[in-house]
C-alpha cells in the first residue's frame, strides 16, 4: 500500500517561507512523477509543482513560478516544496501526489496516489 504524508505546514506571514514534506512508503521514486497540488477554501484543488521520476523536468503554476521549488531526497524517499516569498493567496490545504510513469514525464493531472494534505495559512 503506497502512503504518502505531508509535513510541514503551518502559520506564516506574507512574505516568510515554508518547506513542506512528503515522506513515501513503497513509492520507488525512479518509477513516479512526483507532485504538489493545493486546495484553497471554497475552491478547487490545483496543480502547484511536479518533477519527472528522473528529475531532469519540472513544471510549475504560474502563480506560485520563481516563488517555490520542487525537490527530492531519494535516500530518505521525501519530496520537497521550498515557498518563499509567500502571499496570503497561496493559503490552502498543500497536497502531496505520486504517478507511475512509463516516460520521463511531468504530468499535471491523473495522480495515482495522494497524500491527506497539510495545512498552510499566510497572514497579510
Known amino acids: 500500500q503506497v502512503q504518502l504524508v505531508e509535513s510541514g505546514g503551518g502559520l506564516v506571514q506574507a512574505g516568510g517561507s515554508l518547506r513542506l514534506s512528503c515522506a513515501a512508503s513503497?513509492?520507488?521514486?525512479?518509477?513516479?512523477?512526483m507532485a504538489w497540488f493545493r486546495q484553497a477554501p471554497g475552491k478547487e484543488r490545483e496543480f502547484v509543482a511536479v518533477r519527472s521520476k528522473s528529475g531532469g523536468s519540472t513544471s510549475y503554476a504560474d502563480s506560485v513560478k520563481g516563488r517555490f521549488t520542487i525537490s527530492k531526497d531519494s535516500a530518505k524517499n521525501t519530496m520537497y516544496l521550498q515557498m518563499n516569498s509567500l502571499k496570503p493567496e497561496d493559503t490552502a490545504v498543500y497536497y502531496c501526489a505520486a504517478k507511475y510513469t512509463y516516460y520521463d514525464v511531468a504530468p499535471r493531472d491523473a495522480m495515482d496516489y495522494w497524500g491527506k494534505g497539510t495545512l498552510v495559512t499566510v497572514s497579510s
Open positions: 513503497r513509492v520507488t521514486f525512479s518509477n513516479y512523477a
